[in-house]
Antibody
Framework: QVQLVQSGAEVKKPGASVRVSCKAS????????INWVRQATGQGLEWMGW????????GYIQKFQGRLTMTRSTSISTAYMELSSLRSEDTAVYYC????????????WGQGTLVTVSS | DIQMTQSPSSVSASVGDKVTITCRAS??????LNWYQQKPGKVPKLLIY???SLQSGVPSRFSGSGSGTDFSLTISSLQREDFATYYC?????????FGQGTKVEIK
């Protein structure tokens, strides 16, 4: 069965960086796009960007330009999301999602990783 | 960026009620509209893709319709397990924006 297993919760100080991993199993990792979505406590879903695990191509929303990096290791079927220069407003649950073959819908989600930014 | 606006922001309903949530895009998105359900403390779950296609395993009381800029999600007979927040998302282009969510609460 398809699974996306993310790394554990993180607590970071303002200005630091965080890297969240997302290990995929149950399907061919390089055949499906990975997106990252975040959700602050009590708030809605915010789409952050995409990565093609086959080519490594990426795209990020404007507000994260220069702070967000998505990478992957195909040998271990793992995607990574690194966010730098953290601010308190980056405190949120971060999800990796697999983009399905129909309509680019997010058909499988990781369990989420809580990133807390606090001094 | 394409803006997605859901209405209402919240709705109170009883078990057995028919509930309809709407989602409007700021420009035409053809049928590239998906619906997700999120229960408190849980991961979002895909319900409907390409406006009206039911994701495998999702009960048939859920249905989606629309194209262009106006879409809707209908729950034909609300069940207790359907009380949750629902989000629409456009995947016509990037950024793949979400609506702000609609909370379905127990009356």
């Amino acid at each position: 069965q398809v699974q996306l297993v993310q790394s554990g919760a993180e607590v970071k100080k303002p200005g630091a960086s965080v890297r969240v991993s997302c290990k995929a199993s149950g399907y061919t990792f390089t055949s499906y796009e990975i997106n990252w979505v975040r959700q602050a406590t009590g708030q809605g879903l915010e789409w952050m960007g995409w990565m093609n695990p086959n080519s490594g191509d990426t795209g990020y929303i404007q507000k994260f330009q220069g702070r967000l990096t998505m990478t992957r290791s195909t040998s271990i079927s793992t995607a990574y999301m690194e966010l730098s220069s953290l601010r308190s407003e980056d405190t949120a649950v971060y999800y990796c999602v697999r983009v399905g073959l129909y309509g680019d819908a997010a058909d499988y989600w990781g369990q989420g990783t809580l990133v807390t930014v606090s001094s | 960026d394409i803006q997605m606006t859901q209405s209402p922001s919240s709705v109170s309903a009883s078990v057995g009620d028919k509930v309809t949530i709407t989602c409007r895009a700021s420009q035409s998105i053809s049928s590239y509209l998906n619906w997700y359900q999120q229960k408190p403390g849980k991961v979002p779950k895909l319900l409907i893709y390409i406006a009206s296609s039911l994701q495998s395993g999702v009960p048939s009381r859920f249905s989606g319709s629309g194209s262009g800029t106006d879409f809707s999600l209908t729950i034909s007979s609300l069940q207790r397990e359907d009380f949750a927040t629902y989000y629409c998302q456009q995947t016509y282009n990037t950024p793949k924006t979400f609506g702000q969510g609609t909370k379905v609460e127990i009356k």
